[in-house]
C-alpha cells in the first residue's frame, strides 16, 4: 500500500485523521496477533511441541532464559565492599554502575564473597518466543 504524502497547509488536517484511523486498525490487529500468539505458544507448550506447519506456514516455539540484576539489592551487598566504591562500580548516588561492574568482573577484579553477594541478587526471567516464517515449496530457494 502506498503513503500518500501531503504537502502544505492541509498536511496536518489530512494526516492526523489518516494516522488516527491507520493506528485504530492496528490497535485491533495488533491485539488479536498477541491473542492468537498466545494461544499458539499454549497449544504447542501443552502439546510438548516446538514446531508445527500448517496452512504453508511453520512456526518455532523456543524458550529463552534472561538475567537480569536487582540494583537496589546489588548496592546493599556490595556497600559491604569498599573496593565496589575504589573501582567506581558503586556511585555516591549509591547506584551500581553496570558497565563498571561488568568490566571488573571481566579483569577478575572481585572477591569471591563479592560474586557470591552479586549472584544473590541476579533474577531470573523465561521469555517464550514465537517465530513465524513462510514454508517453502519443492525446488524453491
Known sequence: MAR???????????LIPSYAEHKEQFDVIDGICKDENKQIKRLL????????????YKVTRSVQNRDTMDEEA????????????KLG??????????SMLED????????PAMIQAI???REHKEVVILR?????????E
Open 4 to 14: 500518500k504524502v501531503v504537502k502544505g497547509e492541509d498536511a496536518l488536517d489530512t
Open 45 to 56: 507448550e501443552i502439546g510438548k511441541k516446538n514446531t508445527y506447519k500448517a496452512g504453508g
Open 74 to 85: 546489588l548496592c546493599i551487598r556490595l556497600a559491604d565492599f569498599p573496593i565496589a566504591y
Open 132 to 140: 513465524l516464517s513462510k514454508v517453502k515449496k519443492e525446488g524453491e
Open 119 to 121: 549472584e544473590k541478587c
Open 104 to 111: 571488573a568482573m571481566y579483569k577478575k577484579q572481585l572477591t
Open 89 to 98: 562500580i558503586i556511585k555516591v548516588k549509591e547506584y551500581v554502575d553496570m
